[in-house]
């Protein structure tokens, strides 16, 4: 069996390109090596997810912590075969959708904090964008918290912003109420495959010291375009069409094309008619 501090390297070698001192006394070894080892999975083996376990992942999930203990994250768990085929159809682009055993929807909810001021007779004296930011970030961690607990239950995950291209008619199927938003679906299952770590960005790109600092960060995003390229090369480039074909063709050209075309431009106008002021 693969020694864990084997497993740590390697995932850090797939991941980073390099190499981390591991101190000695470092508990924890097997969290951390499947931290480092998480992929996203898309492909999914025909086993069930027992109810029993989904119900335990929801209480992980649900313990994350919370901004101001308000607890504004709710889950969708989509059940009902004919709304995941509704759901399914607005994101062909995603098929996963459609065939992963459990489909989630992880949503922001700042309604209870709204309904319980009313209930306590008190004003509600905080309808600004932090209204909104806070909700979303505890759907977000509740999404990262469920994705960790399901990967050490044996499961793979992939995250679902597509969605949010049909924000309203999400919203509609699943009956989400005012101030209740989708952040991200969440396709659960085992995978059928081993799946592959993705390179990210090097640490000194992404992590500072006291001060943010971007000293040589175009070099070093050229240097991770490479790195990434030869370990993880894209199948295929985007819309060829519009930018020609590139001779080299790395993360960062990949992600400039991606932004290039408004992506979700009314996901504002949503988030207002949802009453939520961004002020
Ligand atoms: C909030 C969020 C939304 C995502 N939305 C999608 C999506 O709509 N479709 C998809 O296939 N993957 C989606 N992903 C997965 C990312 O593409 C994936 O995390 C990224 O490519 C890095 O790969 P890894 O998770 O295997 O390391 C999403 C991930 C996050 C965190």
Known sequence: MTDTRDRIAQALEARFGTQLPLPADTTGLDSLARMLEHRSHRRYAARPVEDALLNLLFACAMSAPSKSDLQQADIVHVRDPALRAELAALVPDNPWVATAPVFLLFCGNNRRTRQVAQWREKTFANDHLDAFMNAAVDAGIVLMNFI????????????????????????????????????????????????????????????HRDRFN??????????????????????????????????????????????????????????????????
């Open 148 to 207: 960790a607990a399901a990967e050490a239950a044996g499961l793979g995950c992939c995250p679902i912003s597509t969605v949010r291209n049909h924000a309203q008619t999400v919203s509609d199927l699943t009956g989400l109420p005012d101030w209740v938003f989708p952040l991200a679906g969440l396709c659960v299952g085992y995978p059928e495959n081993n799946g592959v770590i993705t390179p990210r960005l090097p640490l000194d790109v992404t992590i």
């Open 214 to 279: 971007e000293t040589v960060v175009a070099t070093k995003i050229d240097g991770y375009d490479q790195r990434r390229a030869a370990r993880q090369p894209y199948a295929k480039q985007r819309d060829i069409k519009r930018f020609g074909e590139a001779p080299f063709y790395g993360w960062s050209e990949d992600k400039a094309r991606q932004y290039a075309k408004p992506q979700r431009a009314d996901f504002g106008a949503y988030i207002r008619r949802r009453q939520f002021k961004l002020d």
